[in-house]
């Protein structure tokens, strides 16, 4: 899918977290080391607890600077350099350091740095830590029912910026913000600055420029209120209570299960427990129970249990429980076999079971259901939800049942389910959005909306992300375009469009809803527009596109080791999952981007296989792209676990044999995916510098084997497909795809076939200058003139002709895209892609929805 337009010298130094004063030992430390004019700190937490957020100064001889960071950015005013970390080391475990990706820079001249701090306490440990009181407060007031906070920094430093989360009690809502613009999650509101009360000086307020509001109750107080996440009135955050009433309801001889009440939070919600088994941590979980395994049989333990804060501030223990473990030889005889499996319920990534209960002497501890022979979940009820499945895929459940002295029965009678596809009964209609059709293309979300496309899509793929060429890393954030030279080795990197993204206010003109944006907003742009459509489509799902032709030029870097597939996916979560965008222009920021994209689109072209001039390529890629997926498909479950929510994971896949099989183990990345998009188009053209296929015109996207094409391999959707399908891919998790656009010859000679197949002498001009051979379809229908349009019945192929010597170009029209419907139903498909949707003017989704029917 193409984007036309890239000696050792050591000391150490002590890091402090800002919090009330602690013991150093509580304290980050960091270590600097120096080899040649690279600088490094290692930074650990020697503590028992996460610890989020941290920022290393430090003071640089005169005339030395630091530069070229990498996993931190890095700032330098005068001798004083500032480095933070990117997100992926902004938290550190109990225990943990940030290596193997340590902040690096370069020094000018091999130097020492002096004065280190870390969130301003001294960097050898020594002194107290700052006190929480010395920074930025927030005091509420309200009269009647206009509310105001007024912002103070009571810091000796400039604060650079600001915001205020707090909660209303139930039924009360916040509205006209002043100074400020306000949004709302649940009964939760965001205050955020304008942008000339954004920055707060030492020692001053928002006065008088604070921002106001309405509340619908009047004299209405938060009930909670933070600051740049700590208390509003500068107060120390409280931990969590310790939680009570720690049980045991169920024991076996290697197992122990606990249950406790939930913890009252403390100054922040709760997100898990953690188990004790004595001193050592036994499991994290997120609820109030938790099954410790590995134990000795007839054996004493005893057990606490400690409460978790958003921060990582953990509760005082539990009062704690002594528990122990059944003596096998007590009991030698196993349940009965469970009996009745069922399946109650399914859905794309999930199963539900249930089943008759087992007898046993001594009582039934609890069931192993098995997935395809191997344990997926153990429950204590008769029931269970298998997920983490994958869609259109047929599973073999059976369940065993486990007594209190570990006797383990036979698998009951298994069942095979199959899971929904991710449409249900329907028909899936994918279309790509270009980041960067807001430009020349004058094609906005908008226009998805007024075409009456949006509502008859049901995924959009926005292209493309990047990846980081330095940190390997997705990347965002920035605003460089690519070079004009397809041929440009070095075209994609480091490009990127946070403008187009989320940083460019639309007018109400340009806007979804009709609302124009007033250039303070945290999120602008598509993304905001998006946002507006899924809001106004709720069915609509949206995914970002990683890679695409310009883009994959490191795809096989990121795939090469466990240790970059885990950072480079926890990265591209963090960004457009978790919504952490990068700050751009006033925008961004944590969180702000929450909720706009629902998973994953992987468009490396291509794993193990020519792409993009200067793209790397390695014989290890058709596993790594494995290796890689499934290492997608784990993180998104694993964040299912907290949201509830499951994220889709597709790819835009080849139609060329010879880079399926060099790059793709279709049955193997089958068990992660959720769609296959397979390229139905771009079997033949010309490209802007006469690359490609210059010299001869072919069709671009033929259903059929056309039985006059001259070429050794002939290209069609039919062919494509087959591999799949080979592969023993359901059918249901695969769709084809549709060029909205042309591909067009110049000086193209009849040959008795009007332009098929003969002679050309370079691209046609496109719409663009920088696009030679390529128009959108409305735009070819508009612009090139006399050019009669052509059906081929055989091949199923629609093409147009200008005369002798003149253009031939080839498309999908409303013909093509009905007989393509035809069959992809008939070969129970599960719907069709598109490339892309600045093209229709509406009639071509319209024909593609209508013929795809129910």
Not at 303 to 324: C, E, M, N
Request: net charge negative.
């Amino acid at each position: 899918m193409r984007r036309m337009i890239g000696i050792l010298l050591t000391f150490v130094v002590v890091a402090a977290l800002a919090v009330a004063p602690a013991r150093a030992a509580d304290r980050l430390t960091a270590t600097f080391s120096l080899s040649g004019t690279t600088g490094k700190y290692v930074v650990t937490n020697p503590g028992s607890s996460s610890i989020s957020g941290w920022t290393l100064t430090f003071e640089l001889p005169a005339g030395v600077t630091a530069s070229s960071p990498q996993n931190a950015t890095l700032s330098q005013d005068g001798t004083k350099v500032t480095l933070r970390p990117l997100f992926y080391i902004d938290t550190l475990r109990g225990g943990a350091t940030t290596d193997p990706y340590s902040p690096t820079f370069t020094l000018s001249s091999a130097a020492q740095p002096a004065n280190c701090k870390l969130n301003g306490a001294n960097c050898d440990g020594s002194g107290e830590a700052p006190p929480t009181a010395d920074g930025v407060t927030a005091a509420y007031s309200v009269e009647g029912s206009r509310a105001k906070f007024i912002v103070a920094n009571n810091s000796s430093a400039t604060i650079q910026s600001w915001s205020i989360v707090f909660t209303l009690p139930a039924g009360v809502t916040a509205s006209n913000a002043d100074n400020g613009s306000l949004t709302q999650t649940g009964n939760t509101w965001t205050l955020s600055p304008a942008h000339y009360n954004s920055t707060v000086g030492a020692g001053r307020t928002t006065e008088p420029y604070s921002p106001t509001f309405t509340v619908s109750r009047s004299g209405a107080q938060p009930a909670t209120c933070r600051v740049n996440d700590v208390n509003c009135d500068g107060s120390a955050d409280a931990p969590p209570a310790a939680p009570g009433n720690l049980t045991s309801p169920v024991k076996t001889t290697k197992t122990v299960t606990l249950d406790w009440d939930e913890a009252k939070a403390g100054s922040l919600p709760i997100t898990a427990y953690e188990v004790y088994n004595g001193d050592t941590l036994a499991t994290t979980v997120p609820d109030t129970a938790a099954t410790v395994t590995g134990l000795t049989p007839n054996t004493e333990y005893t057990f606490t249990v400690k409460a978790r804060d958003r921060k990582g501030t953990l509760s005082p223990a539990s009062s704690p429980l002594t528990v122990k473990t059944n003596n096998p030889a007590d009991d030698t005889v196993a349940p009965s076999v469970p009996t009745g499996l069922r399946s109650t319920g399914k859905d794309s990534g999930s199963v539900k079971l249930a089943w008759n209960a087992s007898t046993d002497n001594s009582g039934v501890a609890n069931y192993d259901v098995l997935v395809n022979g191997k344990v997926a979940t153990t429950v204590t009820e008769t029931s269970a939800n298998v997920a983490g499945l994958s869609p259109s895929t047929k599973y073999s459940f059976s369940v065993k049942a486990r007594d209190k002295y570990d006797n383990v029965s036979e698998a009951g009678s298994a069942i095979e389910v199959q899971t929904a596809d991710v449409v249900g009964d329907g028909y899936a209609k994918v279309g790509y959005f270009v980041q960067w059709g807001i430009y020349g293309r004058q094609y906005f979300v908008k226009n998805l909306d007024t075409t009456g496309n949006a509502r008859r899509l049901t995924h959009i793929n926005y292209a493309f992300g990047n990846i980081d060429p330095r940190n390997l890393t997705c990347l965002h954030g920035v605003t460089k375009g690519t070079s004009q030279n397809p041929q440009d080795p070095n075209q994609g990197d480091g490009a990127g469009d946070a403008e187009a993204d989320y940083g460019r206010p639309f007018s109400a003109g340009q806007s979804v809803d009709g609302v124009g944006d007033t250039g303070w907003e945290k999120l602008r742009g598509n993304y905001n527009q998006l946002k507006k459509l899924k809001a106004k489509y709720p069915h609509l799902k949206v995914l970002i596109s990683l890679g695409g032709w310009t883009y994959s030029k490191y795809f096989s870097d990121v795939a090469k080791t466990d240790a970059s597939r885990k950072k480079f996916v926890q990265s591209c979560l963090d960004i457009y999952i978790k919504g952490n965008l990068p700050v751009y222009n006033g925008a961004g920021g944590p969180g702000t981007g929450a909720g706009i994209f629902d998973g994953i689109d992987l468009d490396w072209e291509w794993p193990g296989a020519e792409g993009h001039p200067g793209n790397h390529v390695s014989p290890d890629d058709k596993r790594n792209n494995t290796l890689l997926i499934e290492e997608f498909r784990r993180q998104l479950d694993e964040m299912t676990k907290s949201t509830g929510q499951r994220y889709l994971l597709t790819a835009f896949t080849p139609a060329d044999p010879a880079k399926i099989e060099a790059g793709w183990e279709l049955a193997e990345v089958a068990k992660s995916m959720d769609m296959f998009n397979i390229q139905g188009y771009d079997f033949h053209g010309a490209g802007s510098d006469d690359s490609w296929e210059p010299k001869r015109t072919g069709h671009q996207g033929n259903l059929y084997t056309d039985k006059d094409d001259p070429y050794s391999f002939h290209f069609s959707v039919e062919n494509a497909v087959q591999p799949y399908l080979d592969a023993g891919i359901n059918p249901r998790k695969l769709t084809i795809g549709l060029a909205y656009y042309g591909r067009g010859w110049k000086e193209v000679k009849d040959g008795g076939k009007g332009g098929e197949w003969q002679d050309a002498n370079g691209a046609a001009p496109g719409q663009f200058a920088e696009e030679a051979g390529t128009r959108g379809y409305s735009n070819l229908l508009a612009s090139v003139p006399n050019c009669r349009i052509v059906h081929d019945e055989q091949a199923v192929a629609t093409s147009c002709y200008t005369g002798e010597n003149g253009q031939w170009w080839t498309f999908d029209d409303s013909w093509s895209i009905q007989k393509k419907v035809d069959w992809l139903k008939k070969k129970n498909m599960l719907g069709a892609m598109i490339w892309e949707m600045s093209g229709d003017p509406g009639v071509l989704t319209r024909t593609l929805d209508e013929s795809l029917g129910k």
